[in-house]
């Protein structure tokens, strides 16, 4: 039976973490992430946990403590936004390279310039291509369920982990939600027991060394591999919790999608709930509508996406975010690729960019969206298939 309470995604993620009691935590704070290393270090101050709670001088040296600790053996954590998870990004490429599991918390933020603190996913996006596994949540729920799955996930292909959710709106805003119980989630988690370590008795090892011509590609096709691995396990892990919760997680989360027509593709984020709310409204309309929300971005469903887009006959890729290719968003092109790779060739796709630097997303934004895709299904053309959304042109 779980314990009800309520609490900000901040909050749910700093006690996942308590719940875990990891050994090394390296914290620097930067908005709208602070709180978690500060409720954290609370825990460590009134000694709730064992951790070694690393208090550094940048974003960079945070992640820098971490991958000194994973590699000697030892579970280490972290948490960052927006430009301080640029600031780790020379070391988030050392830390997937080298292998090691570190679990990292982002409360999503954008990217500066110009200077903004409101949430979008620019910073993630940023970082999408190194090496890491990607989860995202659309809840407070799914960020402490999230967070509670991702040690399993990373140690099991040794790869590391972001857990991502929206900041100010799921990181600051309290809601009711459902915990496991401390000793459920430690069987759960279970105990951290890497093959090799620095601290290994009788083992001698290096972790980090220069790798010349003749290693480098082998290491990034056993990097490469270990991503592809990541599918299935996220999905046992997630079956498995499910056993233990009533909560079940797959790579992604279709919504309404059995008769869908039309549909959104979107990175799971609060505003998915807001586009349910939309889905509803129009269904109650006689509209065949509906949303794929994923939860997985790294490694990418495209399987899962292919198979739930394949009867549609128009779709919107919703991101949070822009490439500047003078093209499409980032989503939108993993998107496509996947589609074009399976032969699903019959949606008309339309790249949609949305809610920069916290720009409002309201449920009839939504609905503007499916009304300009039941035009494109009804002629057939995409006009513009790169648009911003709720912008002034």
Known sequence: ?????????????????????????????????????????????????????????????????????????????????????CYMTEMLYVAASDRLPITLAVSLRALSGPININNDHSDAMAEKDAGWIMLFAETNQEAYDNYLQAMRIGEAVSLPTMVCQDGFITSHAIENIELVETETVKKFVGEYKPEHGLL????????????????????????????????????????????????????????????????????????AGTAKEAINRLREQGKK???????????????????????????????????????????????TSSLYQQRILDPIAISVIYGLGGRDVRVESIE?????????????????????LDVRE
Request: proline share 4%.
């Open 1 to 85: 039976m779980g314990i009800r309470e309520r609490l900000s995604g901040n909050e749910a993620i700093a006690y996942a973490m308590k719940q875990i009691n990891p050994d090394v935590m390296g914290a620097f704070p930067i908005t709208p992430s602070t709180e978690i290393p500060q409720y954290f270090s609370t825990y460590v101050d009134n000694g709730e946990v064992d951790t070694e709670f690393i208090a550094v001088e940048s974003e960079h040296s945070a992640m820098s403590t971490c991958i000194g600790a994973e590699a000697a053996g030892v579970r280490a954590i972290s948490a960052t936004s927006s430009c301080g998870l």
């Open 200 to 271: 290994h008795p009788d083992e001698r090892m290096a972790v980090g060394a220069y790798a010349t011509p003749v290693y480098y590609m082998e290491c990034k096709r056993q990097q490469s591999q270990a991503m592809i691995d990541a599918l299935d396990v996220i999905k046992k892990v997630g079956a498995e919790f499910g056993e233990v919760t009533g909560r079940t997680y797959g790579l992604i989360e279709k919504y309404k999608m059995d008769d869908a027509e039309l549909a959104i593709v979107m990175i799971a984020g609060s505003s």
């Open 289 to 335: 509508v509906g949303l794929v929300k994923i939860r997985a971005y790294r490694p990418f469903p495209g399987k899962e996406i292919g198979e739930a887009l394949k009867n549609v006959k128009a779709v919107a890729v919703m991101d949070k975010s822009d490439s500047f290719n003078a093209h499409c968003g980032p989503v939108f092109a993993d998107v």
């Open 368 to 388: 503007h969206v499916f009304a300009e895709l039941e035009k494109i299904a009804a002629t057939g053309d995409p006009g513009e298939t790169y648009r911003y």
